[in-house]
């Protein structure tokens, strides 16, 4: 476990591996332990896991936007001195990783964007925050964590639910504002001009981050892969960890070895 202070924040992440750097960044209310069913990319890949401001032990509440993530991981590529990576990043995680590559393109070796979303409709985000604000009131915190698992994932066994719940750990300090700002993202106009090797990966079931907007996506990006996991609903590197791995590894295979366009 590491930290270093970046624009002001402490940052805290795991590193482990060698190889073609690869940064892994969790969605909203998760902490960089989630991925530990990834950790055996360390095997070829150099793996950097941060916890963004307001997650995990990242414990800065201040000045939460998905700018200031992207600027935070940014800032940690910095110190840790390496000039570009692989980068992947789910849910909220995949909002970050697309505004890394529009504040510093050339840090992006590739993307994976995996169950997200590029566009929140206004008018829709403000209907959800007046749903999530209701529902806060009327269930206990304990309720508002099984109505979240319950929500992500698809086969609802009593493992995958354990490790969701040991890995989904949301702060009412960061929790908000961060969710505000994932319905504030508008990245219509920047999908269109990625020019490195991009990653979709897309879900059956996700009822958090519905199929057809990775779709969308796929049609935006130029050259974009896309990949649909059947039988799963927002979380595959949970509910199919076998397969999610093997297509991370495959789609970085393909581009460990290109030069950043």
Aim: glycine fraction near 8%.
């Amino acid at each position: 476990m590491y930290k270093v202070n970046v624009n002001n924040v402490t940052v805290h992440y795991q590193r482990l591996g060698n190889g073609t750097p690869l940064v892994l960044i969790h969605g909203l209310g998760e902490i960089k332990e989630g991925w530990v069913d990834q950790h055996e990319l360390a095997n070829e890949y150099d793996l950097i896991i941060p916890d963004l401001r307001g997650h995990g032990e990242s414990e800065t509440y201040e000045g939460i936007s998905i700018k200031n993530f992207a600027h935070d991981v940014i800032g940690l590529l910095d110190e840790l001195r390496i000039e570009n990576a692989h980068i992947c990043g789910l849910s909220m995680g995949g909002t970050v990783a697309q505004e890394i590559y529009r504040q510093a393109p050339g840090r992006c070796r590739s993307l994976i964007l995996v169950s997200t979303f590029h566009y929140a409709p206004k008018t829709l985000g403000r209907y959800f925050l007046k749903f999530k604000k209701l529902r806060g009131k009327l269930l206990t915190p304990k309720m508002q964590r099984e109505v979240a698992a319950r929500t992500c994932l698809y086969d609802w066994d009593s493992e995958k639910a354990n490790k969701f719940f040991q890995f989904y750990n949301p702060k009412p300090n960061s929790y908000r504002k961060s969710m505000e700002a994932c319905l504030g993202i508008d990245n219509r106009k920047l999908l269109p001009t990625i020019k490195v090797p991009t990653l979709i990966i897309g879900c059956q079931y996700d009822t958090v981050v519905p199929l057809w907007i990775q779709i969308m996506m796929h049609e935006s990006i130029p050259h974009s892969e896309l990949v649909i996991f059947k039988n799963v609903g927002h979380i595959a590197k949970l509910e199919d960890t076998e397969k999610f791995n093997r297509t991370l590894r495959s789609f970085l295979g393909k581009h460990s070895e290109e030069q950043v366009r």
